[in-house]
Structure formats: C-alpha cells, structure tokens
C-alpha cells in the first residue's frame, strides 16, 4: 500500500492549470517520491520524482524566477 500526503495545490491564473504536489511512501520503505500532478482542462501530466532531481529542479526555477519582474504569485489552495 501506498500512502500519498498532499503538500500544495496551486492554481496558475494564466491558462488556469492545477498544480499538485504529493508525497509518495510505499508501504515496503525506501525514498519518498514527489508526485507532481498538472490538470489542464480533461488532460493530466502525472510524474514522480527523487529528492535529489527534485532539489536539481527547484533551485532551476528559483534562479529563472529571481531573473524576472515581480508579478502576482498564483492562488494556493
């Protein structure tokens, strides 16, 4: 059995994608996964992912973001 823990729910104002994030625990141990969920419209993107890749990612965002204009942040439910 898998336990699944959601961490955030972001709801992005242009285009109007819904963006989870989840914690994924299989019941054996092992790494947690973040799951990454985006709905758009009917059509859903689902990937897991390592802690490692997932820090490689986020810090990518973070410098593209830090390289921008300030803008509205997107509504989280």
């Known amino acids: ?3 699944i823990t959601p961490l955030e729910k972001l709801i992005i104002p242009l ?3 819904v963006i989870e994030l989840q914690q994924l625990d299989y019941a054996g141990g092992g790494m947690s996964l973040l799951r990454t969920r985006i709905r758009e419209k009917s059509r859903f993107t689902v990937f897991e992912i390592d802690p490692q ?8 965002l973070l410098r593209w973001a830090q390289t921008q204009a300030p803008t509205q ?3 989280v439910d």
Do not use: N
């Open 15 to 17: 285009g109007g994608q």
């Open 73 to 75: 942040p997107p509504m």
């Open 53 to 60: 890749s997932a820090r490689l990612w986020g810090e990518a």
């Open 1 to 3: 059995m898998t336990t």
